[in-house]
T-cell receptor, first 112, second 116 residues
Framework: AQSVSQHNHHVILSEAASLELGCNYSYGGTVNLFWYVQYPGQHLQLLLKYFSGDPLVKGIKGFEAEFIKSKFSFNLRKPSVQWSDTAEYFCAVSSGTYKYIFGTGTRLKVLA | EAGVAQSPRYKIIEKRQSVAFWCNPISGHATLYWYQQILGQGPKLLIQFQNNGVVDDSQLPKDRFSAERLKGVDSTLKIQPAKLEDSAVYLC??????????????FGPGTRLTVL
């Protein structure tokens, strides 16, 4: 069965530190990959997505993610976090049969 | 552009009662989803509609949950009778394009259900 794993459940960083959140999925076929973010008190919103092409994807607010097919990974990165990046981050996968599966989320707290 | 609308925002009921949630997706979005998000977990897909047809309802507990999307626009999700374990946030989302190269989903604010 398909699954999505986010290994870091809670991350605390100081401002200007670099961020990398792990995401691994289990599905051998063609997938769409997404990162969503939920800021405190706000809706889930799309941060970035990948389907094909350049495996390094750039999203909003300086975030990027790298798709490594051989590792079934789609890790989220940001070179320098800000206090405003404090949020919960979800990795999600949809397969050719449309089914969406979300990871359990990573709560990021950035200290000013 | 108006976002995905959901109501009510909060609902408290007793077990064995029934409850209904409403969702209005973004105009022009053919695909609509209902998710259940239990505290500390990621959203779990309950049902996915393409226009007014069901694409996937494999994780919908059909003995107590039902959903419909009349005329391919608004949707309602109903729970009857509710159980304690149904306490969760129910999220509605819509998307413009699915399949390969999916466009991504737009989420509503959710309905927080508490079952006592």
């Amino acid at each position: 069965a398909q699954s999505v794993s986010q290994h870091n459940h809670h991350v605390i960083l100081s401002e200007a530190a670099s961020l990398e959140l792990g995401c691994n999925y289990s599905y051998g076929g063609t997938v769409n990959l997404f990162w969503y973010v939920q800021y405190p008190g706000q809706h889930l919103q799309l941060l970035l997505k990948y389907f094909s092409g350049d495996p390094l994807v750039k999203g909003i607010k300086g975030f990027e993610a790298e798709f490594i097919k051989s590792k079934f990974s789609f890790n989220l990165r940001k070179p320098s976090v800000q206090w405003s990046d404090t949020a919960e981050y979800f990795c999600a996968v949809s397969s050719g049969t449309y089914k969406y599966i979300f990871g359990t989320g990573t709560r990021l707290k950035v200290l000013a | 552009e108006a976002g995905v609308a959901q109501s009510p925002r909060y609902k408290i009921i007793e077990k064995r009662q029934s409850v209904a949630f409403w969702c209005n997706p973004i105009s022009g979005h053919a695909t609509l989803y209902w998710y259940q998000q239990i505290l500390g977990q990621g959203p779990k897909l309950l049902i996915q509609f393409q226009n007014n047809g069901v694409v996937d309802d494999s994780q919908l507990p059909k003995d107590r949950f039902s959903a419909e999307r009349l005329k391919g626009v608004d949707s309602t999700l109903k729970i009857q009778p509710a159980k304690l374990e149904d306490s969760a946030v129910y999220l509605c989302a819509s998307s413009l394009r699915e399949g390969r190269g999916a466009s991504g989903q737009f989420f509503g604010p959710g309905t927080r259900l508490t079952v006592l």
